[in-house]
């Protein structure tokens, strides 16, 4: 049985996810509670070596359809293996991005059907949802901006035309189920962006 809290952190690359993920994760325990930090692709041993193809630029000729059943390979791992056996435990987890992440991205990106992804996804996680999840939004440019690495991976080469579409799904997600969602403007210093995703939490938490 479920005894923890799921929280999932969404947004297009360089919104702020890991940073805010950190803070959260350094406040919960500091008030007792075990916190497992992990994400999406690559929180287990075999999802590391599944991120490694999908990210991979030499792969561009992925079929996205390739694309949406790898994103589930490495979640039905990381559920099986991480998520749900902390829950189980009563721990706090936090992700670095969910199913949310496919629809936004191979729905709302790529164009496939939402049926399809939400289908495979469901089986994959076996109807896991989280119990919270923050959408930081960041117009595209200032995301991509933030995000620039040396060399960006094979999701990152994509145009700011696809960046726009996934910023625009998320932004749908989380209109179409806001007793899950919490908007929060990720244009803002880190301090106050953390404020608001710890008042939240407190929130569900009944502090
Ligand atoms: P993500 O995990 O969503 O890709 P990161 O947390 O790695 O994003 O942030 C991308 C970059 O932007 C990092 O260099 C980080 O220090 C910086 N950053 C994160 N949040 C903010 C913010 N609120 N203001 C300015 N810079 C930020
Ligand atoms: P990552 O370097 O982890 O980016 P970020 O720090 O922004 O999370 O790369 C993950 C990439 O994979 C990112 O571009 C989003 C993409 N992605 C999907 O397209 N579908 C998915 O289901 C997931 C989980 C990620």
Avoid: C
């Amino acid at each position: 049985m479920k005894k923890g809290l799921f929280v999932t952190f969404e947004g297009i690359e360089g919104s702020g996810k890991s940073t805010q993920i950190i803070q959260l994760a350094d406040y919960l325990k500091a008030k007792g509670y075990n916190v497992i930090v992990t994400r999406e692709p690559g929180g287990t041993l075999i999802g590391s070596a599944i991120r490694k193809i999908l990210l991979n630029p030499e792969f561009s000729g992925m079929d996205y359809h390739t694309e949406v059943l790898l994103y589930a390979a490495d979640r039905a791992q990381h559920v099986g293996e991480v998520i749900r056996p902390a829950l189980e435990n009563g721990d706090m987890v936090i992700s670095d991005r969910y199913i949310d992440s496919s629809v936004a991205y191979q729905h709302y990106g790529r164009g496939l059907p939402l049926d399809f992804i939400l289908d495979v996804n469901e089986r994959a996680v076996q109807g896991l949802k989280p119990d919270l999840t923050f959408l930081l939004s960041v117009p595209v440019a200032l995301g991509l901006e933030r995000a620039t690495k040396v060399a960006a991976d094979r999701i990152e080469r994509e145009s700011i035309k696809f960046h726009t579409r996934v910023e625009s799904g998320f932004q749908e997600l989380a209109a179409n189920e806001p007793s899950r969602w919490r908007i929060i403007d990720s244009t803002r210093s880190i301090d106050e962006v953390r404020k608001e995703v710890v008042r939240a939490v407190d929130a569900l938490l009944g502090k």
